[in-house]
């Protein structure tokens, strides 16, 4: 298994990590049960940001630009439904 492998699964499991205390936050009956889970998605959520930062680096997590156009298109297809 190579480097990029690895921090593909890494930030795999980060992400489904945030998916579980997300879910823990917003379901949580006390507030220090939804503390414990809010520390534990905020601490994953900076893991995954470093763990995607450092593949941008590499080159092995690229993205693309998207033109002002397809953005203002989007915004136009889901105005009507955010009233």
């Known amino acids: 298994m190579d ?7 890494l930030l795999t499991t980060a992400k489904s990590g945030c998916d579980l205390y997300l879910h823990g936050t ?25 763990i995607y930062t450092a593949m941008s680096d590499k080159g092995w997590y690229p993205t693309e630009q998207v033109s002002q156009d397809k953005i203002n298109g989007v ?5 009507g439904g955010m009233n």
């Open 75 to 79: 915004k136009q297809k889901y105005a």
């Open 26 to 50: 917003v379901e949580s009956a006390t507030p220090d049960v939804r503390t414990a889970f809010q520390r534990a998605l905020n601490e994953t959520l900076a893991l995954g940001d470093e």
């Open 3 to 9: 480097d990029k492998c690895i921090m593909e699964n």
